[in-house]
């Protein structure tokens, strides 16, 4: 089955650039969701697609995606931005997420 | 706009089987897949499976086969999730989630609790 590896935790300071990857075989020929979730709420996409953006969700987010690996980029980062972030493929007809980045804003 | 509306929360005791609900709006309910995601308290997302509220066809990850059925009644746009011989490993929250023009929108959330 397939696998998407995300790092634990990523720290930035405010109002810097954060980037969270998320590695898959060949990741590079799927197609890439982002999901935030904040403490005691439910996921909300912030990217879909590698790199298009909901309506409603800042264009300080970005994605891009090629080779073994995804990038989530949060620019001038907010305390706000704090959350879990997942990403997440479609393998066949199966969702795949990965374990999940812990974003902490200094 | 679209949303996806979840039953309230729920305690089993063990063996039991619980069934949540997820009501849409604002979209064409039959024309995409539902799926459903659990959460356990401090752990990252799991598929659970699919559902196509047009066909009934579905599809379950093998840790759940035998234990879930995913249905729909689409006369009041309303998906199921029913899940057996509940355990406390299954203490969780229940999301379901649908992909409409590619892009995924979420319920809130059911919380299940398992307890004797």
């Known amino acids: 089955s397939y696998e998407l590896s995300q790092a634990l935790s990523v720290s930035v300071a405010l109002g810097q650039t954060a980037r969270i990857d998320c590695a898959g075989n060949?990741?590079?020929?799927?197609?890439v969701q982002w999901h935030q979730q904040k403490p005691g709420q439910a996921p909300v996409v912030v990217i879909y697609?590698?790199?298009n953006r909901p309506s409603g969700i800042s264009e300080r987010f970005s994605g891009s995606n090629s080779g073994n690996t995804a990038t989530l980029t949060i620019s001038r980062a907010q305390a706000g931005d704090e959350a879990d972030y997942y990403c997440?493929?479609?393998?066949?007809?199966?969702?795949?997420f990965g374990g999940g980045t812990k974003l902490t804003v200094l | 706009q679209i949303q996806l509306v979840q039953s309230g929360a729920e305690v089993k005791k063990p063996g039991a089987s619980v069934k949540v609900s997820c009501k849409a709006s604002?979209?064409?309910?039959?024309?995409?897949?539902i799926n459903w995601v659990r959460q356990a308290t401090g752990q990252g997302l799991e598929w659970m499976g699919w559902m196509n509220p047009h066909s009934g066809n579905t599809g379950y990850t093998q840790k759940f086969q035998g234990r879930v059925t995913m249905t729909s009644d689409n006369s009041i746009s309303t998906a199921y999730l029913e899940l057996s011989s509940l355990r406390s490993e299954d203490t969780a929250m229940y999301y379901c989630a649908t992909l409409y023009m590619a892009q995924p929108f979420w319920g809130q959330g059911t919380l299940v609790t398992v307890s004797s």
């Open positions: 697609r590698d790199k």
């Open positions: 604002g979209y064409t309910f039959t024309f995409y897949d």
């Open positions: 060949n990741i590079g020929s799927k197609s």
């Open positions: 997440q493929v479609w393998d066949s007809n199966f969702w795949v």
